[in-house]
């Protein structure tokens, strides 16, 4: 908080030169900046508050819920993944927030998101009061140059949570549905892949794979939601004048910031569960690698 | 949440090779680690959440509970030090933890004191419910390479302290007692030096500067409490042998290691309110700066 | 120099642990990495070696002749563009060398930059033995994410270099056939724009700036020659896929690598002085951009 | 070499926003910079410049008179340790020189070294002319918090030298005066240790390695002369006022800063083979540690 007296002191004290030894990581310009953050020992922390396995919904909710308070207060957020207990969030490759400070967007994002997920715990487990040690997340600050990189490190995601998921599934219906212990789970699924987890969960157990839901699947895509494009668009990861430009982004008039500003702010903020990998989801949503907001859909 | 699937996983996809363009900062070793961090926007939600002006007794003993928090649930902390809306926490300068990695030690700071603030909200203000913008937190971590240098930082902390309070309290006198706006308040003490504000606040309104609280003119100092040092002893600021060492720490034994951490987390986190410009705070308490436990205090 | 002794030797001494103090910075992945040299103190040295004015031929050939040099022995550097006392060296964004740590990369450039520069020196300046103290270089390094950033870059030096040689031109035509000191010169160009040096350059010396030596007006380039390609091209700066491609380099077959680091070797290095700005230049050489070696010119 | 244009221009041209893509590494404030420059490929280098084997004194009075070169160019030096083809320099804690910029300090000691080496390289082999590839070298600066850990890294770099030319007066006898070839030499030392070796070139050849050159043995020690301190003193590794301080150096008046310098300037450069782990060394030289400069010696 900055505070008023600041305004006339000229000098402080003697002990001022400490400051002399703060640095700053100020991120590379013109490249895609990513604040992933991360459950410190939420393995304790979930069998202490006993989230359901392999995936407790109301988790999984309480993360997404967060997570959209985090797109709220940061409106240079183009994009947010979660899986898990882990969130990405992802700053357009023009954004200027705190100077691209490495240190001010990475604590800003871990505690904006920290303080919604306590302040909203009780909203999704009402029936499990929160006891120290309390949740909290650890988070990194990571820089991408291209689109592909970005689009890349996304995809990395997506492909881990299936992974992960189809190897979770498996392992508690082992455990929960075939009377194994953790080890003997682990033991059994030592080697296999991913067509063998299918055929266990399927042939003893009945379960489908595919009729899991999409959220555990997929994990939750997060991003402001305008009219989307429809037609059929050129699909491909080349860059475009939107996206790659000349590293000089045009700045916007002053007037046309604020009308852009205001329209991000009013933009509803979508989750889903759906591929990221493929075009189709960067095609028809051009704002979110375009940095530019769309046109507001028309309220039903 | 390291998840058990990662195991067995040998590859994972040809997206996993954008994990390279991570990148760690490496506090440099054998030097003090001060995390600070600060109230995003606390000018308007204090506002928002009517904070008593200038100090709001229930909102600083929120903040020093929250350090609590974090002192308990990170071991390797040995002071904490609090002034309005920001928190100070020093690691020593032997500590390993997270291998120094920057973003790990200030987002794992900046989370856990967000947890505990929000968590602890309800408590400090019973009848003032959170709501959007929720409270958070932005933080950074910066390296004192010798003990003198790491005293400099906190004392330069206790005397802006000290510098804002003053103005502060005489600032928010004129405004609540005086009858003034804060344009003219702001303009009535403009040049004045701290003999002004003192008489101001004497002579107009009766109030005793030194008589103010100890906690709005020191701030919180936050450190695990053992038995203290009561002999008379040398002051000096020099270095001593577990201070300045040769920076390459005997490794303490296991068992020892072990033992030391137990002592640790059974410690009592006290919250003063006193000077720590001086040596005596430091030499009563060398525990502090040699970074080894001592001896627990005996229970009343 | 790895000396032998390192093969066998376990343990060193208990100073060891020093080497934990070493910090590196892997640049960014994907990114193009200029290294950029300055003279140090070349107002000095080339006013005591008596270097012409405005420009001294036997210099530039000199600084252009140690950038030869530096190609030759770091065939991972795409492009060298040199103007004055300093010279950019360009490395491909997807150069491995040295793991990309920025202290190898501007060292080493740095180095065999001045290793050429003071070993050649009696060659182009045979009548003027070098004193000291020596020229000496300090250098550092860039990272530009885009294509269109990094031949901003280069732009940007070509840019200044016409400004600087212009002003320079006009300003020694004062003083050397005008017969002005250097504060009149200085005071007669205040305010001048491009149009009045030009002006005053013809009209009171009979000097058509456009009949300088390109070397002056243009700096210098410096290149693998290999042969052009010559028909009409897209010559848009936006990404090929040579050039933007996915950021994960498809790596080359150990026999393609070294067939490719062997015609690397073999090229000319090619000193030109013109136009880097348009797009022509870059069209015509895709392998400066690419990366990949082109087909060696048919000797004459 | 700054330019006269640039006092004049206000802007440039709309290339020059790639500057804000530069980033400088600003050391610590209060730490021991220490720069370690390493020969380039000197195995090959060495081979072809039929350096003596295990050590050429030519190369190594190379390396010094480099060293001093560096030494007198650069008067923040306060110390330089040199053996084979590496050399380390040290910047005073208290150092401001470039503002402490990582890239500066080590590309121009780096680059100045570079300088000297190839400039007096004929006149230490006035019969071998050097040939491309040139020599070259690549450095790295490491900051250390304290004296002890300042004085611990010099300790390493002694006890290296120690510990490889014993490894290699043995090998290299085995090889001229055994008749062996290089395998047959690593195999007959691999798993020795010192007394062994002792023994080996004692038993074998006559040789008493306490009789080979300190230069060999103890590597190079280059510091400014002034009048050594004679009597006894306290030898101890503490921290005294004028090394360890309050980190917040008493800024020189103008005048003594001035004074001081030319000193400075004035000093011989010492070169000397001798112990620098022991405490002898800097209690009678206290002008390295405290960066003060000493009173010169009478001339005789």
Redesign the interface.
């Known amino acids: 908080?900055?505070?008023?007296?600041?305004?006339?002191?000229m000098a402080?004290?003697?002990?001022?030169?400490?400051?002399?030894?703060?640095?700053?990581?100020?991120l590379?310009?013109?490249?895609w900046i990513v604040v992933r953050?991360?459950?410190?020992?939420?393995?304790k922390f979930?069998a202490k508050h006993r989230f359901e396995k392999p995936n407790d919904k109301r988790a999984l909710d309480l993360m997404n819920a967060a997570a959209i308070?985090v797109m709220?207060?940061l409106p240079d957020l183009i994009l947010g993944y979660g899986v898990?207990?882990?969130f990405s969030f992802v700053f357009h490759?023009d954004c200027s927030l705190f100077e691209r400070r490495?240190?001010?967007l990475?604590?800003?994002v871990?505690?904006?998101?920290?303080?919604?997920?306590?302040?909203l715990w009780s909203t999704f487990f009402p029936d499990t009061p929160?006891s120290?040690?309390?949740?909290?997340?650890?988070?990194?600050?990571?820089?991408?140059?291209?689109v592909?990189?970005l689009r890349?490190?996304i995809?990395?995601r997506q492909?881990?949570c299936h992974?992960?998921n189809l190897?979770?599934t498996t392992?508690w219906a082992l455990i929960q549905h075939g009377g194994m212990d953790g080890k003997e789970a682990?033991k059994a699924?030592?080697?296999t892949v991913s067509s063998d987890k299918n055929e266990i969960l399927f042939s003893r157990f009945g379960i489908n794979y595919n009729n899991e839901p999409e959220m555990f699947k997929k994990g939750s895509v997060v991003f402001r939601e305008y009219e989307q494009v429809l037609g059929p668009m050129s699909a491909s990861?080349?860059?475009t004048p939107a996206t790659?430009?000349?590293?000089?982004a045009e700045p916007l008039s002053k007037t046309a910031a604020e009308r852009e500003r205001k329209t991000r702010a009013r933009a509803r903020i979508a989750v889903e569960h759906i591929d990221v990998i493929k075009d189709d989801f960067w095609v028809r949503r051009p704002w979110i690698l375009s940095g530019k907001a769309g046109k507001l859909p028309k309220e039903n």
Request: glycine residues 8%; proline residues 6%; hydrophobic residues 25%.
């Open positions: 908080m900055p505070r008023i007296a600041f305004r006339y002191r402080n004290s003697k002990y001022e030169y400490v400051k002399a030894f703060e640095r700053s990581n100020y590379l310009p013109n490249s953050l991360d459950g410190r020992g939420f393995h979930s308070g709220k207060e898990s207990d882990e490759k490495e240190s001010k990475s604590t800003t871990v505690s904006t998101f920290t303080s919604y997920y306590v302040h929160l120290p040690p309390l949740p909290s997340f650890d988070g990194r600050a990571v820089v991408y140059p291209s592909s990189n890349d490190y995809s990395w492909v881990d992974i992960n190897y979770n392992f682990e699924l030592m080697g990861r080349s860059s790659e430009g000349t590293g000089q």
